[in-house]
């Protein structure tokens, strides 16, 4: 006891302590004897990633623009349609195109892992209460951990690049969806359940027909919280050399370089601010028809 | 389904010790017991009220026949077999089959429309869409909503909304309804109409009813048999009229005290034992001739635009007695 407290005392700010020893220690550990899965791990996202990348670089920028932006007018407004064409033709004419696409296909690569884990984990825990007493210390943990820490080990296991972003961004940005999954679920009124029940549901039918139709627009609104805390913390993985927006911002910062930096943050609010509303109309189907929208188009040209 | 639906010394509470005796429940301070020893029978093809004030155990009770809840103690008999017996496979398939909800809330599924709110029994039994979307069409129909089938509920009105309660259960077309306080939600007019439309229904196609409340005029107006219940415990079960004329106890008494005695009395009850004239002749064709389970409101008018006794007959058309505006007068100042 006494030679741990005196290690603890000892420890300078430049060197980790007995606890920081202990998560050192065990991150070797899993370096030393997870190395296939770690690989395993590290090719499907390295060619997940890759895919995503290739599909979103596919089209012209223009064209890709153009889609973000029809996509825009039907689930958002016309004015949104609009303003999206004009902030990615920005983006284009500011030589940023490239590094968005690729903080892109980073955010959408750990997102879809993010759900793919989160959805099914907030359904479990919603329904049995041993798991849901299980995750919910973990995603304390996970949310009240500063962004910053989860690419230390994020880069001992996978070293730099795609790879350890995309790991360190998934369970950075998975919490919201699992928690909001839960919550969805549970919110679900009483009388509903019982109604299915009445009406002879399976568990499953429970599942599929009552609870997550119900829960659906507080999951989605998880989906979005989820892709955004993706998106903050892709651009901090450029640190680990996740490329992308991030890596114009820290160059605009290590360089002193105003304007750099200046346009980096610019892009990455405009992505932000398309990946948000896009998001977020996936919740509510469009309360116009898309004819309507399109006649709203009209109207913003007519000037009075 | 001919079977009646039996309950067999049934007692439910909530906490306490799974398997514990009727004493140790009543004694046990975890213990909320809400249905203490009920036992009676639930005839094919009547309406049957469970009737008591919020509290007495009746919600917990038909909860006990579809299996939601499932008896501390005691056997509930469902199409002759006990309800412990059947598999979770079996419980299911009777839902979807032969028995379906109606509850108090309405519990409509908001993001659905009307029509597949109807159909949604239907489709957890597997019914091809088109076919249990016509289904439901129809059981709309029938309740007046023909009109509204791609309606959500929030666009419903709360008579609207009962309606296709009524007619998801009806999609089904089960031989049971179990009804959990169906029309108290609703306004005392579009009340009065639900129960109009349900007494219709029964006269179409008689089904099983199980029919809770707390209204005691509407378990009078509906009910072949009515059931009272307080604090769990199971006070009498018979007619309207019997718990009216002879209460077993004084809280049965109690709870008939503000009901119009001529909603509930018939005229076999009250119908004076001697002819209604000396020479009496049942082919005089200016004789006035009323059935015995005639309610006194029906009556009234009939009897009293006659210029003498009316006589009163059974079900196999012999004379019971007869009825003059003094006879129902006696029986209404009682």
Known sequence: ?304 | MNEPIRLQQVWKSFGGRPGASPAELLQSSEARVAVQDVSLEIRAGEIFVVMGLSGSGKSTLLRMINGLISPSLGVVEIEGRPLQQFSRGELRALRRRSMAMVFQSFALFPQRSALENAAFGLEMAGIPRRQRLAKAQQALERVGLGGDLHRKPDQLSGGMRQRVGLARALALDPPVLLMDEAFSALDPLIRADMQDLLLDLQREHRRTIVFISHDLDEAVRIGDRIALMKDGRLLQCDTAETLFRAPAEQAVAEFFRGVDPAGVLTLGAIAEPSPPTDGWDPKDPDLTVLSSAMLLKEAIPIVTTANRPVAVVGNDHHLIGSVSPNTILRALSR
């Open chain 1, 1 to 304: 006891m006494s030679h741990l407290l005196s290690q603890l005392w000892l420890a300078q700010a430049s060197e980790a302590g007995a606890v920081g020893a202990t998560a050192d220690s065990i991150v070797s550990w899993l370096l030393g004897n997870g190395g296939a899965l770690f690989s395993l791990i590290n090719t499907v996202i390295l060619v997940l990633t890759a895919i995503v990348e290739q599909l979103l670089n596919a089209p012209a920028p223009w064209l890709l623009a153009l889609v973000v932006a029809l996509l825009g007018l039907w689930r958002v407004s016309a004015a949104f349609g609009l303003l999206s064409l004009l902030g990615l033709n920005l983006v284009q004419a500011m030589g940023l195109w490239e590094p968005m696409v690729s903080s892109l296909a980073l955010v959408l690569t750990a997102s879809l892992l993010a759900l793919a884990i989160g959805l099914p984990l907030g359904v479990l825990a919603a329904r049995q209460r041993s798991i849901w007493q299980l995750t919910r210390p973990l995603l304390d943990l996970m949310q009240t951990m500063p962004a910053f820490v989860y690419l230390i080990p994020a880069v001992m296991l996978f070293s730099t690049g795609a790879v350890p972003s995309v790991i360190a961004t998934l369970i950075f940005a998975m919490p919201p969806v699992v928690r909001l999954t839960v919550l969805g679920i549970r919110q679900v009124p009483a009388d509903l359940i019982e109604a299915g029940r009445s009406f002879g549901c399976s568990e499953w039918q429970l599942l599929t027909k009552v609870q997550l139709p119900n829960a659906l627009p507080t999951l989605m609104t998880g989906v979005n919280q989820t892709i955004m805390l993706a998106l903050s913390m892709v651009v901090i993985a450029s640190m680990i050399g996740g490329g992308g927006l991030g890596d114009v911002v820290l160059r605009g910062i290590q360089q002193l370089n105003i304007g750099l930096g200046f346009e980096g943050g610019l892009a990455v609010v405009i992505l932000a601010v398309i990946l948000d509303r896009l998001s977020q109309s996936l919740s509510t189907p469009p309360s116009r028809s898309a004819r309507d929208r399109v006649r709203s188009l009209a109207t913003l040209w007519r000037i009075r």
